[in-house]
């Protein structure tokens, strides 16, 4: 049984400030500043860009406000890297990869975005990243999207 690797989607690194973290990346690899995203109810702030010739893209993440996870991930462990954002074939099969072959327990069950199935698997299983595995939901890839 196989992951179903398609390809690195993203890393996510953690910024108190990700607008003036992505003015940064950007001056240092290049690329393009893809979109801001708010998300209240999440508890966080991100700025997403893609890297030159969209091989993958960063995402910078911060705190929405004092209560936010994000805000305690900055105080205990400080800026960096957040998780890694893997898209694969098919979500089920990853999940079936994970706890046959790897034998670990994914944080949750696979749940469904606005755009994508998706589940992450605990720092404590990797060696300190928390990953993110995901695969796209029939007709939300962008590549679908009608003209």
């Excluded at 196989?2 to 390809?7: E, H, N, T």
């Excluded at 911060?62 to 890297?81: A, C, I, K, N, T």
């Amino acid at each position: 049984m196989a992951l179903g690797w398609k390809r690195l989607d993203h890393v996510s690194i953690a910024a108190a400030d990700p607008k003036a973290a992505a003015a940064f990346w950007r001056k240092l690899l290049g690329g393009d500043i893809d979109h801001y995203t708010v998300s209240p109810d999440g508890g966080f702030r991100v700025a997403m860009m893609h890297l030159p010739k969209r091989q993958t893209g960063l995402e910078l993440i911060g705190p929405y406000d004092d209560h936010s996870f994000m805000q305690r991930f900055l105080r205990d462990r400080g800026p960096g890297v957040h998780h890694l954002t893997i898209e694969v074939e098919d979500i089920d099969q990853a999940l079936a990869h994970v706890r046959d072959v790897m034998g670990i327990e994914p944080l949750d069950e696979p749940y469904d975005d606005y755009e994508w199935r998706q589940f992450f698997v605990h720092p404590r299983d990797t060696g300190g990243v928390l990953i993110q595995f995901y695969a796209w939901l029939p007709g939300r890839r962008p590549a679908d999207w009608p003209e």
